[in-house]
Structures are given as structure tokens and as C-alpha cells.
Nanobody
């Protein structure tokens, strides 16, 4: 089992920045990829970015250039740096991990609200 705990969400003005963190614990040795998804009110969950243990990253085309995913292996933590935030970035952001062949794990989510 893998446990994921997100932090760093909150209220920010348009154009501002936030950094989300996701700390993984438990059976972390078999984690292949970690990432971030988000779900806006009334919408489905969408992929934001992923990062593999090799360091290879993937971004949603619509977010590339404003969001950056990174990881600190020593801390078993993945980060999402979000810049130039827009009201449409308002959503609950979820940390996700895939372990082994296809064991999926999710964090509890952290709210990001972009509003003046």
C-alpha cells in the first residue's frame, strides 16, 4: 500500500503562484510514476502532469509552460509548481501514483482557488 498526502493548496490571486507537495509513504519502492490530476466543479478529473522515476515528465498541452512537476527522491515527495494562475485553474488537485504493474493510488486532494 502507498499513502499519498498533498499539501500547499489555498487561495491565490490571478497571476499568482502556488507550489503543491505530495509526500509518499508505505510501499514506495515499486512506484513507477507519480503525477497530479485536477477536478474543477462540475467537470471530470483531468491529467495535469506526471513524472517517472527516471525523471521523464509529461504535461497536459494546455498547461505546459505554466506548471512544472518535479520530485525529491530523498524525501519521497513530488511537487507541482504553478505559475501565472488563472481562475480556470480553480480545482481540487489530486496526487496520483502507479505502483507495480497497475496499482493506482490517490491522495485526498487539496483545494486550489484562484480568485481576486
Amino acid at each position: 500500500q502507498v499513502q499519498l498526502v498533498e499539501s500547499g493548496g489555498g487561495l491565490v490571486q490571478p497571476g499568482g503562484s502556488l507550489r503543491l507537495s505530495c509526500a509518499a509513504s508505505g510501499s514506495i519502492l515499486n512506484i513507477n510514476v507519480m503525477g497530479w490530476y485536477r477536478q474543477a466543479p462540475g467537470k471530470g478529473r483531468e491529467l495535469v502532469a506526471t513524472i517517472r522515476t527516471s525523471g521523464v515528465t509529461y504535461y497536459s498541452d494546455s498547461l505546459k509552460g505554466r506548471f512544472t512537476i518535479s520530485r525529491d527522491n530523498a524525501k519521497n515527495t513530488v511537487y507541482l509548481q504553478m505559475n501565472s494562475l488563472k481562475p480556470e485553474d480553480t480545482a481540487v488537485y489530486y496526487c496520483h501514483a502507479i505502483s507495480g504493474v497497475n496499482d493506482n493510488y490517490w491522495g485526498q486532494g487539496t483545494q486550489v482557488t484562484v480568485s481576486s
